[in-house]
């Protein structure tokens, strides 16, 4: 009913990618019973927020989770970049603590370890993944973050140096009270270091299957500078990094402590988002009109396919994926399968149109003729690890920005 951040009534619904299931609600059974929930997207015109139509149960998608961090190389070597980037910013590795909300199976942790850090702790709620990451030597509080993950952090060991969270925040209702607990955690002059995908990069290359009931908020850098500063707090840098389809990482401090002067690339950020069209409500009706266009681009690839009997199979059983495939109707008649290497998908049924997943091993001995790069934020990795596939003859379907076959 309300803006997340600046609480107007008045929100502009752009999006409407109908009923879906949850992105990473696999199934065992491909007749087991799913439930869909609605799929829209509203901006505020006043501060610009992004944000779904409806909020889903965070207890139902993320206490027992599918997805694993670390299985992309790409993410392992930005994991080890990001923490170089935070030793730059005055975090000494001897001595400080590390925390990481969401930390999954414990792949930026092990980037802080790497680097030299030997006080970490990650706080993850889903208790299959945490349990990876205890087995692998990342300690983990296996709770959602909030007061009580603080308190007992504080308890265990203390106030944070450097509190991290890659791809968390905009899975998050009340980032209120996540960021005060963050705020909490932290020492005087910690940082709070956090990754959250740009709507930037959402919207002017086309990521509309990016959006999914785990995303509840796409942001902009205007909604979260006035976030912070409502929670006293103050971001004093911002990069644009490449990983996910384009991230935004802010770096921030205590509005009390401010010990880090206020770097230019925030006012450049904001200065590039004011003349690029996204503080106007017509370029989101653009974004939507686009959207249309690649479903009916996808579902023509896929008529032609049919008619020269050639045979696909899609890599990467990503959320994603599940919004594209689902809002286009593409299924098992139109994909045979999808590998994954993350062992907890494997052998499971894609959510809503139920396309079998299955291990990569042993793909090079089947016949196909496109691979469909459902994991298209990783296409460099994919490609170069299937430089076979291109060897022998086939070609790549990648679905965005726009449909094309290389
Ligand atoms: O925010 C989120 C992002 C960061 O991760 C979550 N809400 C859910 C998830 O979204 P996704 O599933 O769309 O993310 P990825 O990282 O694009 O998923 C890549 C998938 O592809 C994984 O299932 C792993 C798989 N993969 C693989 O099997 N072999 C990927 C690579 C690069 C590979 O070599
Ligand atoms: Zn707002």
Redesign the pocket.
């Known amino acids: 009913m309300n803006c997340r951040v600046c609480h107007s009534p008045d929100l502009h619904r752009y999006l409407d990618l109908g009923k879906t299931p949850l992105a990473?609600a696999l199934l065992s059974d491909p007749n087991q019973k799913e439930s869909f929930f609605p799929l829209e997207v509203l901006v505020c015109p006043n501060c610009f927020l992004s944000q779904l139509s409806i909020v889903v149960d965070p207890k139902i998608m993320f206490s027992h989770y599918a997805?694993r961090s670390s299985?992309?190389k790409?993410?392992q070597a930005h994991c080890r970049e990001m923490a170089r980037a935070c030793k730059h910013w005055g975090v000494a590795a001897s001595g400080a603590l590390v925390v990481d909300i969401a930390s999954n199976d414990g792949c930026l942790l092990r980037s802080f370890q790497q680097e030299g850090f030997q006080r970490v702790m990650g706080v993850e709620p889903a208790v299959n993944i945490a349990s990876i990451a205890m087995q692998a030597g990342i300690p983990t509080v296996n709770k959602f973050w909030g007061i009580e993950s603080v308190q007992e952090i504080l308890n265990r060991e203390g106030p944070a140096s450097l509190v991290t969270a890659t791809?968390v925040f905009a899975?998050v209702d009340d980032i209120g009270a996540f960021v005060d607990g963050v705020e909490l955690l932290l020492e005087e002059d910690g940082i709070f270091v956090l990754e959250v995908p740009y709507a930037f990069d959402l919207i002017s290359h086309q990521e509309w299957d990016t959006i999914y009931h785990?995303?509840l908020s796409y942001f902009l850098l205007k909604p979260l500078v006035q976030h912070f500063e409502i929670h006293r707090l103050n971001v004093f840098h911002v990069e644009r990094v490449p990983i996910?389809g384009g991230s935004l990482r802010l770096y921030v401090q205590k509005s009390s402590s401010r010990k880090r002067e206020v770097q230019i690339s925030v006012k450049n950020i904001l200065e590039t988002e004011a003349k690029s069209g996204l503080y106007d409500l017509a370029t989101y009706n653009g974004f939507a009109q686009k959207v249309l266009e690649t479903r009916k681009a996808l579902r023509h690839f896929f008529e032609e396919t049919a008619l020269a009997g050639k045979k696909v199979v899609g890599f990467?059983?990503?959320?994603?994926?599940n919004t594209l495939l689902n809002y286009c109707g593409i299924g098992p008649e139109q994909i045979s399968f999808i590998v994954?290497?993350?062992p907890e998908?494997q052998n499971l049924f894609t959510p809503g149109v139920h396309i079998p997943i299955r291990s990569?091993q042993g793909l090079q001995e089947i016949p196909f003729d496109y691979l469909f790069l459902l994991?298209w934020?990783?296409k460099e990795?994919?490609m170069d690890?299937t430089r076979w596939f291109k060897q022998r003859g086939g070609s790549y379907l990648i679905p965005i920005p726009e449909v094309r076959v290389i």
């Open positions: 990473n997805y299985i992309s790409t993410f791809n899975h785990e995303h996910h990467g059983a990503t959320a994603k994926g994954d290497d993350t998908k990569a994991a934020n990783f990795e994919i690890k």
